[in-house]
């Protein structure tokens, strides 16, 4: 085998394994989010959010360009603040709770009423391709602008 004839072998296989590892990245790179945010419609452990007020929460995204419509489970702070508030004096902080991947809303109201035992009103808010919001495929800045909503 001639030099030229190793040279071009070389070359073409260099190129074949740099197609497939540019492959793999991008194939990588769509896949992550869904490994990592796991988004399901699904309520998991049998959880209900009966006692918490369902909202809905519509912005026109940035980032996708489409309009976006996201579900909330609200919980007013406990009954022993409400009087304070109606006579003027401060309410009760307000906790934006953001479940963490895999869980919606729904299978984490347990910890949303928890919040509120200790005296928050919270708003527990699904991210795009969980529970009953839009079905987008997450990802962490999606994430971000569907919180700051």
């Not at 409400?82 to 934006?96: K, Q, T």
């Amino acid at each position: 085998m001639s030099t030229l004839s190793f040279s071009r072998h070389a070359a073409i296989g260099i190129l074949a394994l740099a197609g497939l590892l540019a492959s793999g990245c991008a194939s990588l790179h769509d896949k992550q989010g869904e490994w990592i945010f796991q988004p399901s419609e699904r309520t998991w452990g049998g959880r209900t959010a009966d006692d918490m007020q369902d909202r809905w929460i519509e912005f026109d995204s940035q980032l996708s360009g489409k309009r976006v419509r996201l579900h909330a489970l609200w919980q007013d702070a406990p009954a022993r603040l409400r009087p304070a508030r109606a006579a003027g004096e401060d309410a009760a902080p307000v906790l934006l709770y953001l479940h963490g991947s895999r869980w919606n809303v729904t299978s984490s109201a347990f910890r949303a009423r928890r919040m509120q035992e200790l005296g928050f009103a919270v708003l527990a808010l699904d991210y795009r391709g969980f529970g009953k919001s839009d079905p987008d495929r997450p990802s962490e800045a999606l994430a971000y602008e569907d919180a700051r909503a």
